[in-house]
């Protein structure tokens, strides 16, 4: 696979895992065992929170693969 699919599949996997996480967080879960990002962060910061998970589990693959050389 080119390293522009693996990019792409790892971006789309990343983006798909924390937009999974945040509706379980605030759409899922009880109110009661929410997280309580709300409670310090504005709802416009909302969107930068998921998107630093999304690069955080992007980052590890993308580390993987250019040590592979692939």
Known sequence: M??????TTFILIGLGTSTVAYVTDYHVVARRFQLGFELSLSRRSFPWV???????LLLPELQRTSQRGT
Do not use: F, M, R, T
Request: glycine share 8%; no cysteine; aromatic share 8%.
């Open 50 to 56: 998921y998107a630093v998970l999304a690069i955080g």
């Open 2 to 7: 080119s390293n522009s699919k693996l990019l």
